[in-house]
């Protein structure tokens, strides 16, 4: 299992940038596919984006594309989140989790998951 911790979250106004960070464990050996979601209060766990093991894949959803990116730096066993043009409707936990079953597609199912950080808190103001 992979240990993840997620971080970068913060308060940001809205049309600003935040870049967030999912680090693996340093005794992570093994390939995964990384996945970011999000849970806003009061609503189901959504997808965000995705990564395969080398980078080859990626995934977002419709609302994030072309302001956010996802990227991995596998010799710091970390991928990263990188957010620009928020919005108030992007505030949420944001969560990483690691597909060690599949680690060479960049899936939207939670199920596909098997391992999760503890979350970040990201708020955009208007």
């Known amino acids: 299992q992979v240990q993840l911790v997620e971080s970068g979250g913060g308060l940001v106004q809205s049309g600003g940038s935040l870049r967030l960070s999912c680090a693996a464990s340093?005794?992570?050996?093994?390939?995964?596919?990384v996945g970011w979601f999000r849970q806003a209060p009061g609503k189901e766990r959504e997808f965000v984006a995705a990564?395969?093991?080398?980078?080859?894949?990626?995934n977002y959803f419709d609302s994030v594309k072309g302001r956010f990116t996802i990227s991995r730096d596998n010799a710091k066993n970390t991928v990263f989140l990188q957010m620009n043009s928020l919005r108030p409707e992007d505030t949420a936990v944001y969560y990483c989790?690691?597909?060690?079953?599949?680690?060479?597609?960049?899936?939207?199912?939670?199920?596909?998951?098997?391992?999760w950080g503890q979350g970040t808190q990201v708020t955009v103001s208007s």
């Open positions: 989790a690691a597909s060690v079953r599949w680690p060479t597609i960049a899936t939207s199912q939670k199920d596909a998951y098997d391992s």
């Open positions: 340093q005794r992570t050996t093994g390939t995964y596919a």
């Open positions: 990564i395969s093991w080398r980078g080859i894949t990626t």
